[in-house]
């Protein structure tokens, strides 16, 4: 797949193209039948397949306050979108400046001129341009001067839920992992480099990897089954998302804390530091519990693994 850094480093012309914009972070099932679309219209008009999409999301420049973490990263976003089929993804620096773009300079100046577009294929509720006033009317008049066609895809609905981005959060920060999942059309991935922890886990007898996960949404506090990519392997494992409480005083206060996120391989004896790891959650076993001593802790670590070679490994 073709990945275009930025509008200024378009350098060649493209071909009957059918272009879908959006930011499409975890392009979930939604994001996918898009997709579909953008390639089977490619493929009738003999044209190219192209997704406009942003770096960094727009409400991480318009809105700090209320940006909430990716489901994707940039180069997991990239990968999802090459295994839907797409040629090329057009990825445009967001900025204020770009922000303040009106919705008919972003047709003219960028669909016409820049792409040549032939047809454009959007979400039910895609706003775009300045003060997110481009809608699907807008795309539609323009079509009728510049000579393209819009197509409009309707919420995709499964077992009454619209699948949405911000559903998908509120699924994974509530723990709902598997309702995720299933919006998600995969299991859902964090991506992460091995840092050095506090290397509690050694003297329980259940070493763990302590992950970086800087921008990605990290699930409810908990432990879960998941499974590791590294080295193009895949292992099983256990996965603690909280603050430890069985080791820390009753008058600590979490609320300023950032949870830690330490995953325990199991039957895997090599050393990942400085490595980056996939962690696939699989399903949340339990609330992370304060324990009275270190051997019922211990304890529990061993019926977690029990509970999830049963229901979750198969082993």
Not at 96 to 123: M, Y
Not at 216 to 229: D, S
């Amino acid at each position: 797949m073709e990945i275009i850094q930025g509008i200024e480093n378009i350098k060649r012309k493209f071909n009957k193209p059918v272009v879908t914009i959006g930011n499409f972070d975890g392009v979930h099932l939604a994001h996918q039948r898009i997709f579909k679309r953008v390639q089977e219209e490619s493929s009738r008009f003999d044209g190219e397949s192209i997704v406009i999409t942003f770096e960094p999301h727009p409400l991480k420049i318009l809105s700090p306050k209320d940006f909430i973490p990716l489901l994707t990263p940039f180069k997991m976003k990239m990968r999802l979108i090459e295994e839907c089929g797409i040629k090329t993804v057009l990825c445009i620096q967001f900025s204020i400046s770009f922000s303040e773009i009106l919705p008919e300079e972003f047709i003219k100046n960028i669909l016409i001129e820049k792409l040549n577009v032939r047809k454009v294929i959007i979400g039910y509720n895609y706003h775009f341009g300045k003060d997110q006033k481009g809608d699907v009317k807008t795309l539609i008049e323009a079509g009728k001067s510049f000579n393209f066609e819009t197509e409009v895809i309707d919420a995709l609905k499964i077992d009454d839920t619209v699948v949405s981005s911000s559903k998908i959060r509120e699924l994974i920060k509530n723990g709902e992992i598997e309702k995720a999942s299933k919006l998600l059309g995969r299991d859902y991935v964090l991506v992460g480099k091995v840092i050095k922890g506090s290397g509690r886990g050694n003297h329980l007898g259940f070493p763990t990897a302590n992950i970086d996960i800087s921008e990605q949404l990290i699930p409810q506090k908990g432990v879960y089954a998941v499974r590791v990519l590294w080295n193009n392997k895949i292992f099983d494992g256990l996965a603690n998302i909280g603050f430890n409480p069985t080791f820390l005083s009753e008058r600590f206060e979490e609320k300023n804390e950032k949870p830690s996120f330490e995953v325990h391989l199991l039957n895997f004896k090599q050393n990942l530091y400085g490595e980056e790891i996939q962690v696939i959650i699989r399903r949340r076993i339990r609330d992370e519990i304060r324990f009275n001593s270190t051997s019922a802790l211990i304890e529990q670590i061993k019926n977690d693994i029990e509970w999830a070679n049963r229901n979750v490994f198969f082993k």
